[in-house]
């Protein structure tokens, strides 16, 4: 199959899921999955499983690093030094790493999670130190980050492939950063919604934000959050407007 853009998935974030089915049950409508690393969620046998049901379907593989958070899933920030952050990286990416050749495949991309994702686009200095860590694990490796932030800049800057990430069921303030989840219209709940913000980016790069404003934006790969209600759903109806 064949898509105008690369759709991408946050999975192997829990047992439920994995066993239940509802992960493998959205891979035919997706072309790339970010596997959770270990820290804000998942663990080696999650991970083991996914990459293979993620195999099965041809996707590209991305490390999926988070803050090593449980409690908060991951979206709390944290103040770690530059060393504290490199380590953190470094651990949960080499880890998917090796578990994946071991299973015969390649890591494709890295995606950071949560508050960790939402402090790269932000802040220059975490953007640098994150492109750093990847570079410096495989040059070849792309990172997917928040489009036109910092996570973006300075990756290009050092050399680092990158894809210019936008969100399928996630509202936008008009400074072209996610609406924070605790304010009310921030998950998009609406399969119309979803449907209006994806055509909106295929078609001519713009996003609707929260406050009715209209912006532009660079977009290489469409986000579809696992855990979203009606994710199958929202994930069939891009699959639709997206292939070729």
Known sequence: MVFRIDINCDMGESIKDLENGS???????????????????????IMTNTIKNAQKYNLNIGAHPGFNDKRNFGRVNMNLSKEELTECLFYQINLIKAI?????????????????????????????TIAEAIYSIDKDLILFGLSESFSISEAKAIGLKTKSEVFADRAYLSDGSLCPRNREGAILKSIENVKSQVKGIINNGKIETIDKEIIQITADTICIHSDTPNALEYAKKIFELVKI
Not at 24 to 44: D, K, Q, R, W, Y
Not at 103 to 117: C, E, W
């Open 23 to 45: 992960d493998e049950a959205l891979m035919p409508f997706i072309s790339s999955v970010n596997i959770a690393c270990g820290f804000h969620a998942g663990n080696e046998h």
């Open 100 to 128: 994946l050749e071991k299973n015969g495949g390649k890591l494709n991309h890295v995606k950071p999670h949560g508050a960790l994702y939402n402090m790269s686009a932000a802040n220059q200095e975490i953007a640098f």
